[in-house]
């Protein structure tokens, strides 16, 4: 089975500042690999997905970009982060129409 | 438009007694996967179940159980006897094959689960 890892798993950052979060999974290959925020008051909201190496869709235009450099990598970024980036990020992989499995999270809070 | 609609937001319970999470789900595609999933206090999300759309058959795992309707167009999930351990948010979410979205997951809001002893 598939395994989901994501550093760091908190993160204190000042307002304007750059950001970059990683992702990377075992157990599988040519996974499709999501980002996902969940900002306070607990709903979960899908940030970019991909499909392949290279390839990324965004599903919500913000200050942050995604890329994958390799097959199981998947990174977060921004150039300069919001107070309104704070959250809790979560990576996740699947195969095909199968299951999403998520890491363990990382906790950004923006001041 | 939300997709997935969990409609209780919280929920209190004592232990033993049995609770029903409510999902609702909206879509057009034919093919599509209902989960859910448990979010303790730690954050991590948990992953409960995996129905597909071809599948109305309910399913029991130990205290879980869940009902699947299409004609409704929900998936609810029962817990029998809860605990404490059971203490929780729910997250129902869908995913569609047919929409292009590489499988991506629509999430409820979740329910927040609370068992007291």
């Known amino acids: 089975s598939q395994t989901i890892h994501q550093w760091p798993a908190t993160l204190v950052q000042p307002v304007g500042s750059p950001l970059s979060l990683e992702c990377t999974v075992e157990g599988t290959s040519n996974p499709n690999l999501y980002w996902y925020r969940q900002a306070a008051g607990r709903g979960l909201q899908l940030l970019f997905y991909?499909?392949?190496?290279?390839?990324i869709s965004s599903e919500v235009p913000q200050n942050l970009s995604a890329s994958r450099p390799q097959d199981r990598q998947f990174i977060l970024s921004s150039k300069k982060l919001l107070l309104s980036d704070s959250g809790f990020y979560l990576c996740?992989?699947?195969?095909?129409?199968?299951?999403?499995?998520f890491g363990p999270g990382t906790r950004l809070l923006v001041l | 438009a939300q997709k997935v609609t969990q409609a209780q937001t919280e929920i209190s319970v004592v232990e033993k007694e049995d609770v029903t999470l409510d999902c609702v789900y909206e879509?057009?595609?034919?093919?599509?996967?209902l989960f859910w999933y448990k979010q303790p206090p730690s954050g991590e999300l948990v992953f409960l179940i995996r129905r597909n759309s071809f599948d109305e058959q309910n399913e029991i795992s130990g205290r879980y159980s869940w009902n699947f309707q299409k004609s409704t167009s929900s998936f609810n999930f029962t817990i029998t006897a809860s605990q404490v351990v059971d203490s929780a948010v729910y997250f129902c979410?869908?995913?569609?094959?047919?929409?292009?979205?590489?499988?991506?997951?629509?999430f409820g809001k979740g329910t927040s689960l609370l068992v007291t002893p």
């Open positions: 979410a869908l995913s569609e094959a047919e929409r292009g979205s590489g499988y991506a997951l629509n």
């Open positions: 996740a992989g699947t195969t095909r129409g199968e299951t999403q499995y």
């Open positions: 991909s499909v392949g190496i290279g390839q």
């Open positions: 879509t057009r595609d034919t093919t599509y996967y």
